[in-house]
């Protein structure tokens, strides 16, 4: 990780129109990435992560959804209003993206040569032969036995791990400066879900990638991300460096995350520690801390105004009333 | 691939006999029979012409008799066509009708699929909202009044179409756009809204999603990653349209008088003309069968994941 500061992105603010209402998915994110810089983005399902980083490549489907304002600058470039076909060369290019679920992922109508194939043609301007070559060097390297073989298969032929290191071989073949990886091992087994964060933190090493890892679990990213982001119902509500973030929470609610990681440590006999009641509905949230119902240092305030971000040094804010001046 | 063909075409054999066993009988047990019209015929008569027919023997042994001719091609004399073998009936109708039958279902096919992608793409702009009501009148609106009306409009007022009649006429192909479009528009309109729904709901789908991450053009999309998969729904749909098509055209063939198989069909079985009606169930289903035979190939290849073990 460098001090090059490769993506930012500036009070981005996703809405979705329902019938209900309008659901801020997303209401103000504003976060850095650096060169090579590893970032997790954690909370709750329904926090508003998939949608902030669909947003990021401007990919929010158009209705129901609408990037309501801010902006997402690569290289000082606003992605957000570049033109589709421009912002296309950078999609699966220099920043590129692993989903959740693999089984779905990959098109199973098409053999995964095609798949892979069609990526690097496209971006790298090499011809089939040689696009083939790379892509089975990249699955290779992903970690997939026998890949001269494999590639001329079908998606259903691997199982769910081999999968997800296709998605993440493919994901990586055209050498991204970024890669957005979204809860990409939330569908698989325990046992699996190491082997593809290892490869996964492997590989973005080796290859110099910056990484923006998505996930509900606390636990999933500890060893690997080099800064944390804490997300509460479309809002970054904690942020700081890995380290710092685990040794002293600050916001409530990261104190909570934190105390619900299964820990080594603790008694099998213990309680898993869970926060209490569910995360809010976003649909017409009034201005308040969407966190202080579940909250146990819940003020008056905090039921009247969203708090604005103090911070603590260089790298780190929290968005909490505890820590602001204008609430005491 | 080629295992699963030939069991797949081997198990057509068994569905043919149990096909023809069953209307067999059926046919045979329904009330009424060939010889019992509004003239009463006086007994010595019907003997005779029973012994004719073989049909004073027992039932199991007409019916062995029956399917030992059926297997050499043989579909017997008609009953009430004296001076006709079934099979020349049959030869001289069915073409029609196949044709007829066949041009329907590929206007259906190409012009709903069209209709079905360029609504999913436009979708719930004016295009669509067109195209949809359309669809939904086509679906709705039964044949023998989209016929006349057709008739009507094409060759009544504007002369640019005959009103009735065949290619083998003075009109030529022109006497086939007609029936062809009226058995062809429900399932065309069918076909739209099929093909339109499965196009928006793999939009959705991850798999295109991922194609779009990856800096696919929008037609590159569309193209290969979208319609296979939504193709499938209407592939699978190509079975029971044709199977529709053929006994729609009944209609379609009184209406503008084409000499295809419904003239005869409808008068078969008002006559209990048994060898007749037999042979046009022969034929029907084996086209039937066939054709959803061909349906489950093509869906194989499209379909990597159907295993053929
Ligand atoms: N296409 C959509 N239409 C309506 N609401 C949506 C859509 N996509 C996401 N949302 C809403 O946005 C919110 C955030 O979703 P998401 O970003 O997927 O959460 P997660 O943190 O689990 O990834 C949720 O309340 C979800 O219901
Ligand atoms: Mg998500």
Sequence with gaps: MTDEVILQV?????????????????????????????????????????????????????PPGKIAGGQVLYHGKDLLTMPQAEIRKIRGNKVSMIFQDPMTSLNPFLRVSTQMVETIVLHQGLDEKTAKAKAVEMLKMAGIPAPEKRIDQYPHQFSGGMRQRVMIAMSLSCNPEILIADEPTSALDVTIQ???????????????????????????????????????????VERGPTDALFAEPKHPYTQGLIKSVPRLDQASSDRLFSIRGQPPNVIDLPDCCPFYPRCDKAMDICKRKYPGATAFGKNRTVNCWLYNSEGK | MTKFIIRRFLSLIPTMFVIVTLSFFLIRFAPGGPFSGEKVLPEQVIQNLMKKYH????????????????????????FRYKESTVNELIGESFPTSIILGSVALA??????????????????KWQDYTAMSFAVIGISVPMFVVGPVLQLAFAMKLHWLPVTGWITGRAGLAALVLPALTLG????????????????????????????????????VIWRHVLKGALLPVVSYIGPAFAGIITGSLVVEQVFVVPGIGQIFVQSALNRDYTLIMGEVIVYSLLLVAMNFLVDIVYGFLDPRIAYK
């Design chain 1, 10 to 62: 500036k009070d981005l603010k996703t809405y979705f129109h329902v019938d209900e209402g309008i659901v801020k998915a997303v209401d103000g994110v504003t976060f850095d990435l650096h060169k090579g810089e590893t970032l997790g983005i954690v909370g709750e399902s329904g926090s508003g992560k998939s949608v902030t980083n669909l947003s990021v490549i401007n990919m929010i489907p158009d």
């Design chain 1, 194 to 236: 190491a082997q593809i964060l290892d490869l996964m933190k492997d590989l973005s090493a080796r290859l110099g990638t910056a990484v923006i890892m998505i996930t509900h679990s606390l636990g999933v990213v500890a060893g690997m991300c080099d800064t944390l982001c804490v997300m509460y119902a479309g809002r970054i």
């Design chain 2, 55 to 78: 049909m004073d023997q027992p039932m199991y042994k007409q019916y062995l008799e029956y399917l030992g001719n059926v297997l050499r091609g043989d579909f017997g004399p008609s």
């Design chain 2, 107 to 124: 206007f259906a096919l190409v012009a709903g699929l069209g209709v079905g992608v360029g609504s999913a793409l436009k979708q719930n």
């Design chain 2, 185 to 220: 528009f429900p399932y065309f309109a069918y076909i739209a809204r099929l093909s339109r729904a499965s196009i928006l709901e793999v939009l959705r789908s991850d798999y295109v999603r991922t194609a779009r991450a990856k800096g696919l053009s929008e037609r590159v």
